[in-house]
């Protein structure tokens, strides 16, 4: 299969998760043809989706993208040293309706899997497995964590979680979705929660869950879910495994191609959240794209601004105050991981809520850590402040 000649595309978007379907539509609704290139399995997006609804907010379609959820919830369960009650909607996405109202209407499609990328004039050509190309202006990587053109990076920590879907009744609270549950179980290091939600129908997801850190043992997860159920084994059901790599470095700049959604290191590093920061910022960067090559960008130049769109330099501040967060948190015990959820989900929601989205602006989560900071209980806040200002530094550089 080849894409012709190099202009045959503006763009070719390597991956078919939801980073690149977000960027794909986006550049089709300005009027750039874009291709996307993945392989057939692309099409099913087995992992639970979450995010705040309120994330979605500033896409012009969030309306639209509203009805792509599969269940909100109105409020949310923490539970940290003590209970709260968010009222802050949360949402599951309907993975299927996701997909197809991102799918990019008029952009081309091309089933397979990329191996590499070349220069070919001002232009670059993907290859395939299996000796198929596609010519394109700009390619963009958007593989996901395991990248596989910018290349994957190393992360200080990795959130794990065992999941199992199970009936709802006598299991978890009707209609309830629990964020995190930290309630202290006397079980040894390292700390885990509980994620929880009610997904309607007589069904719920259950999963244990290591926030970051290195990998909790499978077994570990597995023993915590049964015995925070009272299972003597795990219930027959359908599985949910999560492996999300938190932190490290932002992938080093190709000159050859740009990278999109987790494959750019979009995924935040205190949470591992990624999909709701790809939504918001595909028309961003789809828009920059659109002006070079309307101003007659090309090759290595064209892909410098692209990679300049993805990561503005304010954002790398707000990424490295986010990194801060997390060797911080890499330093608490469960006691200090409680006090620490209980402190932050206290402050306004706003403030909390900017925290978590890796695109909010650095003077605005300076402000919300200072905050924070003051609310914090004396021996957590004594735990934190010794964490140097390089460990963040250090943590990038694995
Ligand atoms: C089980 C699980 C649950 C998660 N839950 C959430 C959540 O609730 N909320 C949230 O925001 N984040 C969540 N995440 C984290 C993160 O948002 C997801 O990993 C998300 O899928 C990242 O989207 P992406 O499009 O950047 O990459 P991916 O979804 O990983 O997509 C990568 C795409 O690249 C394709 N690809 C790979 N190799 C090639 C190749 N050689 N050639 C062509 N295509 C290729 C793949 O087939 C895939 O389509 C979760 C992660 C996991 C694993």
Redesign the pocket.
């Given at each position: 299969m080849t894409g012709g000649d190099a202009a045959a595309h503006d763009v070719a978007i390597?991956?078919?998760?939801?980073?690149?379907?977000?960027l794909a539509s986006a550049c089709a609704e300005r009027a750039l043809r874009a291709v996307v290139?993945?392989?057939r399995?692309?099409?099913r997006?087995?992992?639970?989706?979450?995010?705040w609804v309120d994330d979605l907010d500033v896409r012009s379609d969030a309306a639209a993208l509203r009805s792509c959820l599969a269940t909100v919830w109105p409020v949310v369960r923490l539970v940290g040293a003590r209970e709260h009650r968010l009222r802050r909607p949360y949402a599951?996405?309907d993975n299927e309706a996701l997909s197809a109202h991102l799918w990019p209407h008029g952009s081309a499609r091309i089933e397979?899997?990329?191996?590499g990328v070349r220069r070919a004039g001002d232009g670059r050509i993907v290859e395939?497995?299996g000796g198929g190309e596609v010519a394109a202006r700009l390619v963009v990587d958007?593989?996901?964590?395991?990248?596989?053109?910018v290349g994957a990076r190393r992360a200080p920590g990795v959130?794990v979680?065992l999941?199992r879907f199970v009936p709802s009744t006598g299991t978890v609270e009707d209609g309830s979705f629990t964020l995190m549950d930290w309630s202290d179980r006397g079980w040894d290091a390292p700390p885990t929660f509980l994620y929880s939600m009610d997904l309607g129908g007589g069904r719920c997801l259950v999963e244990e869950t290591s926030l970051v850190g290195p990998p909790v043992d499978e077994g570990v997860l597995c023993d915590r879910l049964c015995a925070r159920h009272g299972w003597a084994s795990l219930p027959e059901g359908e599985v949910?495994?999560?492996?999300?790599e938190m932190g490290g470095a932002l992938p080093a700049r190709s000159r050859l191609v740009a990278a999109?959604?987790?494959?750019?290191g979009?995924?935040?590093p205190v949470?591992?959240?990624?999909?709701?920061?790809?939504l918001r910022a595909a028309p961003r960067v789809a828009s920059a794209i659109a002006t070079e090559l309307a101003s007659g960008r090309s090759g290595d130049d064209l892909v410098a601004e692209t990679w300049r769109a993805v990561w503005p330099r304010p954002l790398l501040v707000t990424r490295a105050l986010h990194d801060y967060g997390l060797a911080a948190l890499l330093r608490l015990d469960l006691r200090g991981i409680q006090r620490f959820f209980d402190a932050f989900v206290s402050l306004p929601t706003e403030s909390w809520a900017r925290y978590l989205r890796i695109d909010a602006p650095p003077a605005r989560i300076a402000a919300t850590m200072t905050r924070f900071f003051a609310a914090l209980p004396a021996s957590t806040k004594v735990r934190i402040a010794s964490t140097p200002p390089w460990a963040a530094a250090r943590m990038r550089r694995r």
């Open positions: 390597v991956g078919g998760g939801p980073a690149a379907l977000a290139v993945a392989p399995e692309s099409d997006w087995g992992a639970t989706y979450g995010t599951r996405f397979g899997t990329v191996t395939l497995a958007a593989t996901g964590t395991s990248s596989v053109l959130q979680a999941g949910e495994r999560v492996s999300i999109f959604g987790a494959a750019a979009y995924v935040h949470t591992g959240y990624s999909v709701a920061a790809s």
